[in-house]
């Protein structure tokens, strides 16, 4: 059994702070009152909230030139789960974790979902991998997949994300994710519309094997790996195979899949309104899909995403449920720590937007009044919800300062010590 | 009755140039019965090919920095059909003028649609404005017009929409473009989903006014007037749109409305595939909708997407049916020179991607050979088909170079005489 | 003599939201003393911050669609001015306006600097105009100015801009800001390397009548009102023609003139490291230079570029003394309002950037601690000043909520009395 | 002894496409001569070119998701320099090849020497590696190399810089390229003045290690392997750094390393004029740094770069002198078709900025006629040089068609045969 930060740890970290907390907690509920915002209100949401931990984030990422791994890098997904429960325990809002396949293949699926349950963990989204080759595959995906011109390609593609659905049920999840490289490098290489059809062809026999309960969730991506054309490369291509395919698929967004100067907050109000926004990743990027930690580029609009979102769900707009979860590449950090602050920065936007006077909003749009709008919306993202976000964590019994408590129990150096590097120890990356 | 360039003239300056045409052609006839084509085939496609004319673009553009006029400009839809009269002789392929209304209104339609019939023009799509306050307007549109939050506002711009397809019927016209420039400045002015289900309302009405024979085209665009979020900003929304509106209703693609790095040619392919695409306004850029001369940054992409419609003209792809339009703002240049070089450079992406081997591009896609895919396109690309443009153009009367016909005809210092200038002329921009 | 905001009115307005004003900044000096960080020093250092306005910022701007103005636009330099003076008086750190000529010509120079200094303003930068022709102009700026092929027009054009630092004596400027248009829409219509030889020339005659104390800042940006090409297209340009010209010579940098993805921060790093940052024109943009509110789009970003800022003021960088102004287009807000909201936006990016924990930084990053360097950045952004804006005001006697105030005076509504609106009435845009 | 395309093969090929050439090549003498221009004079140029092959290029290149080996990959330096051979027998313009050390170090550098002089081979710049770690290094370049916060890691970095000399003058090179992929992923991660200094201390000691008839090349690059912010990032910086580095110092262009929408051939132009344009790294790119295949994706780009590099020669630029060398990233194609398709692409270009007339260039130029300097652009861009390129390839003993002949010679199969796969074979990548 491996090293795990206690609970008594935790505890006595936080009584270091919570004088201050409690001071800064009170003097923020009186800044609320005063817009008629009850803070206990705030903060139960708060610790309502949910995102999901990949897998594969909590090991190193890289680049085409290079990757670095750091100490105590998680050799399989056991070890994964092992990281994914600290960071769960430490900041109490991410208790699922998203497998990709065949990265977590596990023998004993019983036993593998046993060993989550018992650190509080359960299972979201399934992801296929058909971007790459396997040592044992048959058929390479070099030229495609779901899509490929040979039938044979595209079968094998099929049956692997199939064989992600009965992983998936065996482990109790309930939506598939794909995400497919296909494209092309060069004008000509790819027949746009033919390649479109097979997409639709081969998607639509992975649909008809989806559970009831589940969804399917069609991730769109701009460019990479293919530099020239993608099959599936905006919202408006996924939006359409949703609809194609039928109720149980929807369109996922990963802030990091759109061409410079999108607005990306405009893209989610869409696809809530069109009753097709199945989900996201959430990152930040500053070029292409950097996979950088959320909120630390564009922290305002991952906020105007958030308010787009609370929007809805405030209304109960039509068919609204998305699923949230973290797909980032921490190439210098400590995967754990990005994946701390990457879940905090999620919930202080979700938070900042729970904060919007929505009817003052709505009156300065109805009266044309776009400075009042504008400074609705900043008056929310000005108010520092630190005090909130600490406070949840608190309650649900995580760290007020999880960086801290994180650093302070040297987890990283036990890790180090309890997992030895072996060769050809990769994370993988999405 | 104003000075225009006569048949002769023009068949005079050809005579000088027909020897060398004669040769090229015939070595170029060569070269492509090589390849297995008919170089009259060829031609006989690009003497068939149409783009029509913006009746806004005859007049000298500009920047919300300065507008720099130059001699004799069109002072109305008169002197305007008169420029477009004097491009559709030289260059043979633009029978149609686009009108822009108010801009372009006229007492006596009928008077006005025996001006352009006697010089071999017709009217191709309307264009309604309501991007721009007139002098005698009721209520204004700086916050909006067809997604305005005040439904008087949203009345006055369908009215003015259903004139446009009045004036239209009268002209026999058959479509109608819809572009507005609704959208916001700052976060928290529009209210995206509100707005959109405002313009789906107010569109509707404007498709119910719609003759059956004719068809609406809504033009997406991602930013311009507005600078953070626009109501029909990208090809998706406008998709969505469309199907929404009905049968009649079609995307229009202008190529600068798209964010940098797009794939241009692929949303060309996504919607012949959907069954959307209504037509386009072709021009160029590099930066944003920098409205410059169609192939003057660009000409590979052009040919990309002339390649799809090519490809989709020649398969019989179900409802293809694409409008062509020019719109383009010529600040720096003569606009009739401008519209002359735009549509030859038009035809010629026409042409070289007639020339496109298709039985090989299909072979090499098929067997992921995207060098030998790359390389049959750039075949065609590369090919200097001048000798069969120009060769399209004599034989139907056209100049064999129509720059040089046009300069030595002094036209425009004729037009220079003729149109005296008077205060506030303004062609106007789109 | 027009309507003015008095005193006695910002005062009763505060007195509403003073105690609640005390209780923020009590508890904000807490937390901050928790830091080692001295409320009272910061509070200072909002005091003495400066940004100037713009003459033209006070009238509504528009695009090359449309301008639709508001009531009450200032009709000359003198009405300007009063508005300014409104800002001033309401924000506290507004105190110089920058004149823009030939827009703000004055027939009394020393009227207008009385006119001025009466209501405590003094004149920024000088900015000459050559990218729009004047009714009673010799020659058209249409194909450049200082780099037009044409010795004649750069003439023209060196002597307009000896002429704005002649005025700008008159009214005890120290600075002229030279933004060129010039540029090319085409391939081959400027030859790159003449041009910039020619903009030296230039610039260089204007440069040797720069009295000594003055400065001369190099405007760049990437592109508009050319399309293809512009001369001073990117800091690097600027940089070597700063370097060409003299110690007085400087960049400056408007933060809409970049590439998309640009790191705007960076690049102001690099100009003080170089001795040639001279000053910004603040504002915000999402896709070109769409001349949005300070702030409004990326207020992160902003921090980011103060956060250089003020390390290098903290450091004493080697000549480093840049000049801040607003630049923007207000097109569909009150004028003032956004102004306004600007220059409080910029005071907090300031305030914020003062906040950052130096030691701490240098520490995390001497250490290659990614994590901890990004989280001591956003623990100063986070931090919401607020308070502080509101006390440093109210201290200088200006208003705590300055829009509130604003709107409660009826100013705008005054003005639109006292202003009535005759035909061609424009403020003019950059 | 590997098996070789031998001359007899070559010639063979050839004479199926004599006549035909023969034929063409005549008929564009004649539209040349049309032009004033001399066939026989743009063949030997077109016979001169040089661009140097790139020792990785002949591996297949991957993403950060996935690299998928071809066949017959090269196993060594010896096999890479088989491959360059065999590139440079069919194309004739690649008669050197740039190495990338460690990657391509040999125990012994006179047995390397002859084998490629015996091959008609020479060595072009060295490339020095400090964006990986080695098996074998001490410290990590995680967080930076020349400008790591570390002076160790720094002097371990000038090092291999210097060692790459000592390497480079056995084999007979005359150049250094460095390039660094050091910068930081967060806001604050990086000092960006402090990390600028590092960057100039270490390279000024790489600069005092060069010979005196060598010569330094700074690459610049947006981003990427650091998604926030780069150390070398634009050619200003670049700039800057070759200046205080010294007259042996240049800036080094790679077309994808630019921001989106950067007008590429601009930056050309300014760093001919400044006297610091080192050489190129030619590929294509639609999004990033793509590392398509040259003239794949922009052509026309690619011509107006040649246009500018065409006139600096004829004019006798001072110091204009520019390493010519292609760096791409071949994931989905047999690296030697992408190779020589390549090289043939960038002589295409060189050889269409020959044809610009420019004397009518310049004299559309000073008359501000736009319309006449883009159609002279546009006549040498759109005549087809194929039968120049092929004319002069088979003078020079090369392929008329290289990729058919390549293909006929199943190379590619006899080096599958004879370069079994062993683990762990990787090219390398930049």
Known sequence: MGF???DEFIAKQNRKLEAELETDYAHLGEVL????????????????????LPSWGVGTGGTRFARFPGPGEPRDIYDKLEDCATIFKLVRVTPSVSLHIPWDKADDLRALREFASSRGLSFDAMNSNTFQDQPDQRLSYKFGSLTHPDRAVREQAIAHNIECIEIGRALGSRALTVWIGDGGNFPGQIDFRRALERYLESMGEIYAAL????????????????FYSTVINDWGTAYYCACRLGEKAFCLVDLGHHAPNSNVEMIVARLVQFG???GFHFNDSKYGDDDLDAGSIKPFQLFLIFNELVAAELEGASGFDPSYMIDESHNVTDPIE????????????????TLVEREALREAQDACDAIAALATLKRAFNTDVTPILAMARRRAGGAID?????????????????????????????
Chains 1, 2, 3, 4 share one sequence.
């Open 4 to 6: 795990e930060i206690d």
């Open 33 to 52: 009152r005063r817009r008629g915002i009850d803070i206990e209100e705030v903060t139960k949401r708060a610790q309502a909230f949910r995102v999901a």
């Open 211 to 226: 559970p009831d309960d589940w969804r399917l969730f069609i991730e769109y991506k701009l460019y990479e790996p293919a």
């Open 276 to 278: 097709k926004l199945g």
């Open 338 to 353: 990005s994946l701390m602050m990457s879940a905090m920065e999620i919930v202080r936007a979700y938070v900042q937007a």
């Open 402 to 430: 999880p960086i801290a408590v994180y650093r302070a129990s040297n987890y990283r150096q036990r890790k180090a010590e309890e997992r030895p590097v072996s060769k050809g120890t990769f994370a993988g990356i999405v």
